[in-house]
């Protein structure tokens, strides 16, 4: 099952309210999980851009309260989840690799917000129990920088953690030039991680959630 989530918007909504979102829609999902027929402990992610940062949070910060949300629903249930796809997204707000201006999700340039920098920047709250992640990043990025994606995928494995990390020729638009890889490489990943290894049919019990907006 695929599940594509919407989230509020900066700068009508500065962080943390979007991974706010996501995660109430993780917990949404385990609370129906047996309405809907899927495995509440096999839930993956993916998103592109912004959507891929918020799954990167999602990877790397279960269950934080500070991330969840005070009037959030479904309290009872995790936002922990257990693969993730990043697709070109920012993963450290305190790297120059990342040139965009952070005035419409923090209200203001990073110096001025670094509380807020530290709690969105995923690469800050990695740790041996994150989710599995695979990165996939154009190589003549230019509005994420690859050594995002580096950075984050270096220290997964540092922290003992998994991770792989694919480089695609072209710019942050990958998703647009290199649609069939993507879609290759996603698949793959999620049968991987997510698939019991007794199952003889492909994608069956398990869950996608979709964050693509940019």
């Known amino acids: ?33 047996e309405q809907l027929y899927i495995d509440p402990d096999r839930i993956g992610v993916w998103g592109i851009s912004a959507g891929a940062h918020l799954a990167a949070l999602l990877g790397t910060t279960a269950d934080r309260p500070e991330l969840e949300g005070s009037n959030a629903g479904w309290k009872g249930h995790s936002s922990r989840v257990q693969a993730v796809v990043n697709v070109s997204g920012v993963t450290d707000f305190f790297d120059p690799g990342y040139p965009i201006n952070t005035l419409k999700l923090f209200g203001g340039p990073v110096k001025e917000h670094p509380d807020l920098a530290h709690l969105a920047s995923p690469v800050r709250h990695v740790t041996a129990d994150s989710a599995a ?74 869950n996608f959630l979709a964050m693509d907006k940019h």
């Open 1 to 33: 099952m695929t599940i594509s989530i919407d989230y509020r918007l900066a700068p009508a909504f500065r962080f943390p309210a979007q991974i706010q979102d996501c995660k109430t829609a993780v917990r949404w999902l385990r609370a129906h999980a």
């Open 133 to 206: 992640f695979l990165h996939l990043h154009g190589e003549r990025d230019q509005h994420v920088f690859p050594s995002q994606a580096m950075r984050m995928h270096q220290a997964l494995l540092e922290a003992g953690a998994q991770s792989q990390l694919e480089w695609l020729s072209g710019d942050h638009f990958i998703n647009e030039t290199h649609q069939n890889t993507l879609e290759a490489h996603i698949l793959k990943f999620f049968q991987q991680q997510l698939m019991p290894a007794s199952s003889l049919t492909p994608f069956v019990h398990k």
